[in-house]
């Protein structure tokens, strides 16, 4: 047998070999992702801390997953800087699948707008999977405000300027452009009282500190269901079903929205081939009665997008909030 011969055999067989930068046929059938998948426990990184709602739906998912898919999805807590700790944690994964990210709309949209030497670009260094799903985000009001819808609301406090104090949970978070956006946009003169986290934001609205609060509805409703707050309107784009009867802030002020989101990323570079069949899986497991509905009893309404509808999503609301925030004027701080 002549060494040309053997040559050509042993690189056929390289060819075959993973670690010679080939694929195996079934790897080829698995459209172009080696070894299986998932071949061993994926983790999902939640950046932030254990009970909120990102963590909740996080676990909602993982049995259905774990079903659907053969491998444990283990829910990690990274919290901290503003949901940046644990998504820096997955932007520096490998891109096989293996560490995958349930994010936040701020996280991803705003905080490369909001800080200083940010560790990651939310919109560029990610690869968008699936839209999970959205807050229900409210406007709600202390009781002794005499107005009872969005237009009422208005009229009384350009009535009454720099007599309204609205709530947030820090300067930059969602409460606060939220409430600062609707303030220039209605041409009102309104002071921001920032505090250190939402529950605190929420205990003083209801104590009639501050009179005007935006904020999840995981946060409000059990308060206005108790008659401690008003609810005025909704702050997405259309009305929710889980509040059909509750009108948007942008029915009386039209162009206004904030949609709060939640999605699944991984690391930038995953194959085409496993983002579709995370996204397939995971929008399967989003359709099951026992998630939908226990994230609707919190206020969260299950979403379902392709891996583009979503990356052109995240794409548009970091365009939109970098120029809100600019236009607000507020300075970067450290991250």
């Known amino acids: 047998m002549s060494r040309t011969i053997v040559s050509r055999r042993a690189a056929l067989l390289l060819l075959g070999s993973p670690a010679a930068g080939g694929l195996p046929r079934a790897a080829r059938a698995q459209g172009g992702y080696p070894g299986g998948y998932p071949n061993r426990p994926v983790s999902v990184i939640v950046p932030w801390a254990p009970g909120g709602s990102t963590d909740i739906l996080a676990r909602a998912l993982a049995e259905p997953l774990r079903v659907s898919l053969g491998q444990p999805f283990v829910v990690e807590n990274r919290s901290g800087a503003s949901g940046n700790i644990g998504s820096a944690y997955v932007a520096r994964s490998a891109p096989d699948g293996q560490t995958l990210l349930f994010a936040t709309m701020s996280t991803h949209a705003m905080n490369d707008a909001l800080f200083r030497n940010m560790p990651f670009n939310g919109a560029e260094d990610f690869t968008p999977i699936a839209l999970l799903a959205f807050v229900l985000n409210t406007m709600v009001m202390h009781p002794s405000v005499p107005a009872n819808t969005v237009p009422e609301f208005i009229a009384y406090a350009k009535a009454n300027p720099g007599r309204i104090a609205y709530a947030s949970a820090g300067l930059g978070s969602t409460n606060h452009l939220c409430a600062a956006m609707f303030a220039q946009m209605a041409g009102l003169d309104m002071m921001h009282v920032p505090y ?98 226990r994230m609707a009893a919190i206020g ?20 939109k909030w970098h120029r809100v925030i600019q236009d607000l004027g507020i300075d970067k701080t450290d991250a």
Not at 300 to 319: G, H, K, S
């Open 196 to 293: 250190r986290g939402g529950a605190p934001a929420t205990l003083d609205t209801v104590a009639g500190q501050t009179q005007l609060f935006f904020s999840a509805g995981t946060q409000t409703l059990e308060h206005v269901r108790n008659g401690r707050l008003k609810l005025l309107a909704v702050t997405e784009g259309r009305r929710s079903a889980l509040l059909p009867d509750v009108p948007t802030v942008g029915e009386a002020l039209p162009g206004f929205e904030m949609a709060v989101w939640y999605g699944a990323l991984g690391p930038k570079g995953m194959p085409p081939a496993l983002v579709g069949r995370l996204n397939g899986e995971i929008n399967k497991a989003l359709l099951l009665p026992e998630v939908r509905d």
């Open 300 to 319: 969260v309404e299950v979403a379902n997008e392709t891996p583009d509808a979503f990356a052109a999503r995240l794409r548009a609301d970091a365009a």
